[in-house]
């Protein structure tokens, strides 16, 4: 079997993980990475004995497939010059900067037949893998994702920076639809939103409340959900699971007739189980684990959380509510 070709474009802090894991599948060939900081992209090729580039169309006709981790603003055009040229394309998340970048990204896949899959990287870890057996029908959920502050990523508000993980692992456990969004933020440190709330109202009842800063002092990355008979918490850094359940044998927990089971994952990869997906999607022409219309679900929501702290903060702030 031909290995597969594959190109990184962007090999800042996250895209050099995507090339030295690339690097070490078998049946993958890292043809190429790309940056537009010659030293940079050229320090990670000769690490991994490939080629360097500042031009991402120099991988055009070189590649099969290609991760695109730049700052989300070049997501568009980048991604868009790859599909159309039959390549297939991971996009680090958020998908794009506009529903309607995203869509004609999706309408290019559907015509043309390229696979595009999104970074939603906490889809691939395998804390959240095993929730699928066990989340049905949530009724409340809250999650919490404290960063402290770094540059990267701040192009863009901590909505689409950080919250937007926790928008997509929602979507995907609740599968209803969005009936009313209530959201609240401010900037801080950045010219962007850098701490912010929202509570999802879902048509089947569920509500959810997320909470996204990147000016913590520690990191934080949890989510509980609460359903009939069951609460669970999941601490996504350490790969930790912790699930309550009402079965009438329990004797441990102050609850009668409540038992707690807890689950670690020690030997944790979610990275490189997101590039593996990627290249078993490619491989065998079907569908991803994140989908560009996930991609998408999630971006709208999160475009409507900030399209209302926007608005709020225009009123009570007036001015220096500009985002």
């Known amino acids: 079997m031909k290995p597969l070709r594959v190109g990184v474009v962007g090999v800042g802090y996250l895209g050099k993980f995507h090339a030295e894991k690339y690097a070490r599948m078998d049946g993958v060939e890292l043809v190429g990475v790309v940056d537009i900081v010659p030293e940079r992209a050229q320090d990670v090729a000769k690490r991994l004995g490939t080629e360097s580039f500042t031009d991402y169309r120099d991988l055009l006709g070189e590649v099969d497939a290609v991760s695109v981790v730049v700052p989300t603003p070049l997501h568009f055009p980048i991604s868009r010059d790859f599909l159309e040229n039959d390549v297939d394309v991971l996009i680090e998340k958020p998908i794009t900067e506009t529903l309607e970048e995203a869509d004609t990204l999706i309408r290019i896949a559907d015509s043309r037949?390229?696979?595009?899959?999104v970074g939603h990287l906490e889809r691939f870890n395998p804390a959240v893998i095993a929730l699928s057996e066990v989340v049905d029908s949530p009724m409340f959920i809250e999650s919490h994702r404290l960063h402290v502050f770094k540059e990267r990523g701040t192009e863009v508000d901590v909505v689409l920076d950080l919250m937007i993980h926790d928008i997509d692992i929602i979507l995907n456990f609740v599968k209803?639809?969005?009936?009313?969004?209530?959201?609240a933020g401010v900037p801080v440190i950045s010219s962007h939103v850098d701490i912010a709330n929202a509570r999802l109202v879902f048509e089947n009842g569920c509500i959810a409340n997320i909470t996204a800063s990147r000016i913590s002092l520690k990191n934080m990355r949890k989510i509980r959900i609460f359903q009939k008979?069951?609460?669970?918490?999941?601490?996504?850094?350490?790969?930790?699971?912790t699930i309550i359940r009402k079965d009438g044998k329990g004797t441990e927990l102050p609850i009668p007739g409540m038992s707690l089971q807890r689950s670690t994952?020690?030997?944790?990869?979610?990275?490189w189980s997101e590039l593996g997906s990627f290249v078993q999607s490619v491989r065998?022409?079907?569908a991803p684990v994140v989908s560009a219309r996930d991609g998408r679900n999630a971006l709208q929501v999160g475009l409507s959380i900030r399209d209302q702290i926007k608005a709020t903060n225009k009123k009570f702030?007036?001015?220096g509510g500009s985002l």
């Open 265 to 271: 994952f020690n030997e944790a990869d979610s990275l």
């Open 113 to 117: 037949g390229p696979i595009i899959q």
């Open 317 to 319: 702030l007036g001015k």
């Open 284 to 286: 065998n022409r079907e």
């Open 229 to 241: 008979d069951t609460y669970i918490s999941v601490d996504y850094a350490n790969h930790d699971i």
């Open 176 to 183: 209803s639809e969005l009936k009313d969004v209530h959201a």
